[in-house]
């Protein structure tokens, strides 16, 4: 018989054990914090109807996805959670609570180019709040943000914000309205490019010397969260739209400070466009400070109209995600994440053989009554590879019973961190498990 050479196509990740357990940490973390702040959870199918999917259509998005066809039916996958967000809105709109508040995570498909740190299937885990125009609601999303990643524990992180409002009143104060979607683009981009092509790139828009000029001066004020908000006042731009952008930052940044978001982790910053058409108003951005190479890691913002092609109802929201699979990866790559263990176990237990069988399961299951995860190990091996097992599979304690410890009603227990043993009662080492 052939054999078929056992491997994953291009673009689709698997982890070993010790690497799921590590990465179902942290997906924990995300959704218990979601969770806490209100935010309810759904889900929705892989596979969507090509028409609703593509409904907006055009752009990149039709020659990165997944289409094929199964009986009458034109079917796609999912390429992100936004678009299916939308059609679930639409589709449920009266039987939903407005403001409605989810949270979604999965999987998502693209058929771009798989290369390091980037894949054709990966997981997403987007917030998002539909049905409000609250500025509070946008400064829920940093908050949570900074939950989220104190926990995770990868050293210090910087949430970057700006307004949609702010960057579009200033374009057009300077003539620049007609073509402000193109600067918007090229100025997301513009922490990946030179001075010189960056330039290049806003003169081949139409941009004057001068206004290339306010472009780069006025991306480049800097400062504290309030010298920035008062630099901005200061530069005396008529534009309604500008101003009112202004004045969210500024409503912002001050519930930042009552919610206790740490100053030190969120700033005002001008260069945060966020590319995407339909953002219109609050857009973040999250670095890691201690590995800019890692690039953003939790993006997202506020759009004006979610499910325009879907209903009349015009429905307002704001969101964030974050991409897991690419974080987990990166991270991983950089040695902040060494996963290690092989099994959420924290005790095996280990018979010397079959007699002592019963012992060990009666042993398991009153340790497992107590919500303690426990292996028995019964394999016909020697107890030298049986405690090279312990150690490979990352078990805290190990719990040996033979002929003694039968006899005594004792069992000995070994510390694998310590290398210690001692002999105690069953609800001695319920105890010490617990504690």
């Known amino acids: 018989m052939v054999k078929v050479i056992p491997r994953t196509p291009s673009g689709f990740g698997e982890y070993l054990p010790a690497e799921q357990i590590e990465f179902n940490r942290l997906m924990d973390i995300v959704r218990s914090t979601y969770e806490k702040y209100g935010y309810s959870p759904i889900d929705t199918p892989d596979i969507e109807l090509s028409e609703v999917l593509l409904a907006k259509g055009g752009g990149e998005t039709e020659q990165q996805i997944y289409r094929f066809t199964r009986g009458r039916n034109d079917l796609s996958l999912r390429f992100d959670l936004t ?21 979604h995570i999965g999987k998502v498909h693209r058929a771009e180019r798989a290369q390091a740190g980037r894949f054709r299937e990966f997981y997403q885990c987007d917030i998002d709040v539909i049905g409000s125009d609250s500025t509070i609601i946008d400064a829920e999303f940093p908050a949570v943000i900074n939950e989220i990643f104190e926990k995770f524990g990868f050293g210090e992180f910087t949430i970057r914000i700006n307004n949609r409002l702010v960057l579009n009143g200033f374009f057009e104060g300077i003539g620049l309205k007609d073509v402000s979607a193109e600067v918007l683009r090229t100025i997301d981009k513009m922490e990946k490019i030179t001075r010189e092509e960056l330039v290049s790139e806003l003169s081949s828009i139409g941009l004057d010397k001068k206004q290339v000029d306010q472009v780069l001066a006025f991306t480049a004020i800097s400062g504290t969260n309030d010298e920035v908000l008062d630099k901005l006042a200061a530069l005396g731009v008529r534009s309604e739209a500008f101003d009112d952008g202004v004045a969210k930052l500024r409503t912002l940044v001050a519930a930042l400070r009552t919610m206790g978001v740490p100053e030190k982790r969120f700033k005002i910053d001008l260069r945060i466009a966020r590319g995407l058409d339909y953002y219109t108003g609050t857009v973040y951005e999250t670095i890691l400070n201690d590995l800019p190479g890692v690039g953003s890691v939790c993006s997202g913002g506020r759009y004006d109209d979610l499910a325009s092609h879907y209903t009349n109802t015009k429905l307002t929201g704001v969101g964030i995600s974050i991409g897991l699979s690419r974080l987990f ?69 190990v719990v040996i019973i033979g002929d003694d410890e039968i006899a005594s009603g004792k069992l000995t227990v070994k510390k694998m961190e310590t290398g210690d043993s001692v002999q105690i ?3 001695q080492l319920v105890k010490g498990v617990l504690r």
């Open 83 to 103: 678009v299916p967000l939308a059609r679930y809105s639409a589709e449920h709109e009266n039987d939903l609570v407005f403001p409605f508040r989810r949270y």
């Open 329 to 397: 990866y990166k991270l991983r790559e950089a040695g902040v994440i060494t996963p290690s263990k092989q099994s959420l176990a924290d005790v095996i237990v280990m018979p010397f053989g079959y007699g002592q069988v019963p012992r060990a399961l009666e042993v398991a299951s009153t340790l497992r009554a107590k919500g303690v995860p426990v292996i028995v190990y019964t394999e016909p091996v020697t107890m030298k590879k049986k405690m090279k097992y312990a150690d490979r599979m990352g078990c805290r304690t």
């Open 425 to 427: 009662s069953v609800d």
